[in-house]
């Protein structure tokens, strides 16, 4: 019975989703949305310092969200895991229209009441901005595809964006979506494990480690 245990253990799939380290722009709070910002100094340490916890899962598979940002914590990861990264649009953070590129102060400063539903997470009447379905939809559907293109056994990395990746991963999970607003934020180079079951779904095993 135990050695069918440690069979099924070692032969269970899992996911790992990490947000990229951090930029100026989150340093001083100013909404990024889809706009391509790299690392500062801050958030390279963070990548290069999560990198060997990453490397010691020994991933198959780094995908990535094509942003600078995403891209260069996945560089990181891929190198200390001896692999090339891969980039696919569909991990991008949501687009989030005329609210690109202003500090929260300023957007509290001019529309008090539009600070608060930002706050929320209620996004979707943002001029310009993706709704929450279609957020869910591509970055569940990148999610889905990374682990079909996991063996048994083996380990994906997704490197994406704090709030497409608590939308996707609900979304991934089937739950409903507006679950994704009771998750706290995922830190800089913070993880989100998920393991396959030995019924074939997805469990959450750890969240923002």
């Known amino acids: 019975m135990r050695d069918e245990q440690a069979r099924i253990e070692t032969s269970a799939r899992r996911i790992v989703l990490l947000r990229h380290g951090r930029t100026a722009w989150n340093a001083e709070h100013r909404i990024q949305g889809q706009l391509d910002v790299e690392l500062d100094d801050v958030g390279l340490d963070q990548a ?5 916890l990453i490397a010691a899962l020994a991933p198959t598979l780094v995908w990535s969200s094509d942003l600078a940002r995403a891209r260069m914590t996945a560089e990181e990861v ?4 001896g ?5 696919d649009a569909r991990l991008r953070e949501f687009r989030l229209g005329d609210y690109q590129g202003r500090t929260h102060a300023e957007l509290l400063a001019d529309d008090e009441a539009a600070f608060e539903r930002f ?7 943002i001029p310009g901005a993706e709704s929450l379905v279609e957020v869910a939809g591509r970055f569940a559907a ?3 595809d990374l682990a079909a293109a996991l063996g048994p056994g083996e380990t ?15 979304a991934f999970l089937g739950w409903p979506l507006t679950f994704a607003r009771d998750l706290r934020a995922v830190g800089n180079c ?10 074939g779904d997805w469990a959450l095993a750890a969240y923002n480690v």
């Open 78 to 81: 891929a190198k200390e895991a």
């Open 142 to 144: 990148a999610i889905h």
């Open 156 to 170: 994906g990395v997704a490197v994406s964006h704090g709030a497409a990746t608590r939308t996707g991963l609900v």
């Open 83 to 87: 692999l090339v990264p891969s980039y």
């Open 119 to 125: 706050r929320r997470g209620e996004w979707d009447a």
């Open 48 to 52: 290069r310092s999560v990198a060997p």
């Open 190 to 199: 913070g993880r989100v494990v998920l393991e396959q079951r030995t019924t």
